[in-house]
Nanobody, 125 residues
């Protein structure tokens, strides 16, 4: 089992940057594939970015591609999401999630096993 705690959200202007962090408890962080998801008010939770156990493979939503970078530090048990060129439509609660099967990057929230409580990102125009 893993426990996840996100941080780094906040208020930022259009075009600005934020880095989200997700601290994981436990000694088996490196056995999980990880992902960032987001949920805007009134909308369903959606995939943003995913990363393999080793960190070698990544995958992004079309909206995140070219602007966001997912990474992980398996020594520090931490997942990151660097977000650049932020837009008002990026405003949402951002969640990190872990997949215990670990073999693939999962795109569906339903396939993730563990979730953090989220951190809010508000992009003002």
């Amino acid at each position: 089992q893993v426990q996840l705690v996100e941080s780094g959200g906040g208020l930022v202007q259009v075009g600005g940057s934020l880095t989200l962090s997700c601290a994981a408890s436990g000694r088996t962080f490196s056995s999980y594939s990880m992902g960032w998801f987001r949920q805007a008010p009134g909308k369903v939770r959606e995939f943003v970015a995913g990363i393999s156990r080793s960190g070698i493979s990544t995958h992004y939503s079309d909206s995140a591609k070219g602007r966001f970078t997912i990474s992980r530090d398996n020594v520090k048990n931490t997942l990151y999401l660097q977000m650049n060129s932020l837009r008002p439509e990026d405003t949402a609660a951002y969640y990190c999630a872990a997949d215990s099967r670990g073999a693939y990057i999962r795109l569906s929230p339903d396939e993730m096993d563990y979730w953090g409580k989220g951190t809010l990102v508000n992009v003002s125009s």
